[in-house]
């Protein structure tokens, strides 16, 4: 089996195991349960969920396998191979989540979303938190589908304005990091999700940017790609119900 790390680490310094990651795979490897591993560690289990499904679609292997009996009885999560080499392997370099990219790096690739695809108001992909993200490609109802948006294809305002982008997402600026001396990579929540967007130092300036800004990001549906090659076999995701977020708007199909 090639090192999961490499899968994972060598393309670009993208530090996609994060710490979280890595406390969930101890806390299932500790208790043989993810429901407990999840409250040890002080997340929700949908969280969890999304966090193993997120590294399966990402390695293309079943990262956790549910069984039978578990420590307290009853059903219970370990490890699979893959997942027992990532915990062992996933020290160190990748333990680094939110490092600072230094000048001259390429933007890392966008961390990969999970939700169900759903034909109604609108194509669109809806992830555990609720947030839908309008899509341009079709999958069968209700398919787990893992997600991406490339960072050259999201544009940054301090304001709304009439657009042509299904999504209008009104986030919150995390931080703001020098790629080269002509881009910095904006990275912004919206309800614990997040996406990042390149600008130019110029855009940053002009904008006044800076960490905790309130900004809205526009993302076309057509820049909402699947994940290439990702399989969606896992059933226990739970559908998320249908909420409404503030901020986020439909508009006219492109």
Not at 96 to 111: C, D, M, S, T
Request: glycine letters at 12%; hydrophobic letters at 40%; a positive charge.
């Amino acid at each position: 089996m090639p090192s999961v790390t490499g899968s994972l680490a060598h393309r670009g310094r993208e530090h996609l195991l994060t710490p979280l990651d890595l406390a969930l795979l101890r806390a299932i490897s500790d208790v043989g349960s993810l429901a407990q591993a999840c409250r040890k560690i002080g997340i929700g289990r949908d969280r969890g969920v999304y966090r193993i499904r997120r590294l399966e679609l990402l390695l293309g292997a079943p990262v956790v396998r549910a069984e039978r009996g578990g420590t307290s009885g009853g059903g219970g999560s370990e490890l699979t191979k893959t997942g027992a080499s990532l915990l062992r392997q996933g020290v160190g370099p990748l333990d680094r989540e939110g490092e600072r990219e230094g000048p001259g790096e390429v933007a890392p690739l966008p961390e990969p979303l999970v939700g169900r695809w759903h034909a109604a108001p609108a194509p669109c992909v809806e992830l555990d938190n609720g947030l839908r993200l309008f899509v341009g490609f079709r999958r069968p109802e209700g398919e787990l589908v893992g997600v991406s948006v490339n960072p050259d294809a999201v544009v940054v305002a301090r304001r709304r304005f009439p657009s042509s982008a299904q999504n209008v997402l009104l986030s919150r600026v995390l931080s703001l990091a020098p790629l080269s001396e002509s881009r910095v990579l904006l990275t912004a929540e919206v309800r614990g999700i997040r996406l990042s967007s390149c600008i130019t130092p110029q855009a940053r300036r002009s904008l006044r940017l800076r960490k905790a800004s309130r900004v809205y990001l526009y993302v076309k549906a057509n820049a909402v790609r699947p994940v290439s090659g990702a399989s969606a076999r896992p059933t226990d995701l739970p559908t998320p119900a249908a909420t409404a977020l503030g901020g986020v708007r439909v508009r006219g199909r492109e």
